[in-house]
């Protein structure tokens, strides 16, 4: 369900300008968000780069077999090997290793600075990164890290992860706020199962924390079920007369 948009359209991944980075707050964000949609860009030869925010070690806080840096250096192997079924190789991530669960307290120059580095390597045209709303707190949080970072003309998608499972009415985009692009998993759905199944630590690897996090197996049918959703703000959007006279819309991608 999407609550108030009233624009959307089928998004074409040869039209988004390259590179294209995606940027994940914890390991499994891309897969979960973007999994069809990297497979199909790195499936046409197109160069997608990964940057990790958070360290991902808080998933398990009560867990002995898998304290914090044990749990973060294995789900970072976890990030690369999802990323390399999705056709991304680990010389094109880059993890920053910000406090999983605690981002909001990261959202600093220094931090900034860090993302601004890392995009350095291979200057985006596209990047994906969470869309505003996203009902997590890092998943705000790293909107805000992004939000200014970018370089200029960098065609900016916002995609959702937990929106359509624990979102709020205002937390979708208002109309005059942003358009949707939806991409369907379609022909993709294995290597974003695969990736998806990399994950590990977050499919019931860790048995001794039963608060610990786990993706259940209605979130991962639902992020394999699709379609992925990308929002853009509305100042890329278009309304403009057909031929019939009634309105179309438009997407420029400048
Ligand atoms: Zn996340």
């Given at each position: 369900?999407?609550?108030?948009?009233?624009?959307?359209?089928?998004?074409?991944?040869?039209?988004?300008?390259?590179?294209?980075?995606?940027?994940?707050?914890?390991?499994?964000?891309?897969?979960?968000?973007?999994?069809?949609?990297?497979?199909?860009?790195?499936?046409?030869?197109?160069?997608?780069?990964?940057?990790?925010?958070?360290d991902g070690g808080a998933s398990h806080p009560a867990s002995l077999a898998y304290?914090?840096?044990?749990?973060?250096?294995?789900?970072?192997?976890?990030?690369?090997?999802?990323?390399s079924v999705l056709g991304v190789p680990p010389a094109r991530t880059t993890a920053?290793?910000?406090?999983?669960?605690?981002?909001?307290?990261?959202?600093?120059?220094?931090?900034?600075?860090?993302?601004?580095?890392?995009?350095?390597?291979?200057?985006?045209?596209?990047?994906?990164?969470?869309?505003?709303?996203?009902?997590?707190?890092?998943?705000?949080?790293?909107?805000?890290?992004?939000?200014?970072?970018?370089?200029?003309?960098?065609?900016?998608?916002?995609?959702?992860?937990?929106?359509?499972?624990?979102?709020?009415?205002?937390?979708?985009?208002?109309?005059?706020?942003?358009?949707?692009?939806?991409?369907?998993?379609?022909?993709?759905?294995?290597?974003?199962?695969?990736?998806?199944?990399?994950?590990?630590?977050?499919?019931?690897?860790?048995?001794?924390?039963?608060?610990?996090?786990?993706?259940?197996?209605?979130?991962?049918?639902?992020?394999?079920?699709?379609?992925?959703?990308?929002?853009?703000?509305?100042?890329?959007?278009?309304?403009?007369?057909?031929?019939?006279?009634?309105?179309?819309?438009?997407?420029?991608?400048?």
């Open positions: 369900m999407s609550v108030g948009l009233t624009l959307s359209a089928p998004l074409d991944p040869l039209a988004l300008p390259g590179p294209v980075w995606v940027v994940a707050p914890h390991p499994d964000d891309e897969a979960l968000g973007c999994g069809a949609l990297l497979a199909a860009l790195t499936d046409a030869g197109r160069e997608v780069w990964a940057l990790l925010l958070t304290p914090r840096p044990r749990l973060s250096a294995e789900r970072l192997r976890e990030w690369r090997s999802g990323l920053l290793g910000l406090p999983d669960g605690a981002l909001a307290g990261s959202v600093t120059p220094a931090a900034r600075s860090q993302v601004w580095q890392a995009l350095a390597q291979a200057i985006p045209g596209t990047v994906l990164l969470p869309w505003e709303r996203d009902p997590h707190p890092d998943h705000r949080a790293a909107w805000r890290l992004l939000h200014g970072t970018l370089p200029p003309g960098a065609l900016a998608l916002e995609y959702a992860v937990w929106l359509p499972e624990r979102g709020a009415e205002a937390d979708w985009p208002r109309p005059d706020e942003a358009g949707e692009l939806t991409f369907e998993v379609g022909r993709w759905r294995d290597a974003k199962a695969r990736a998806i199944a990399a994950h590990r630590t977050q499919l019931g690897l860790i048995p001794d924390d039963p608060g610990g996090f786990t993706l259940t197996p209605e979130m991962v049918e639902r992020a394999l079920a699709g379609p992925e959703r990308y929002f853009r703000r509305s100042y890329g959007f278009r309304l403009i007369p057909a031929q019939s006279g009634k309105r179309r819309l438009c997407i420029h991608i400048a």
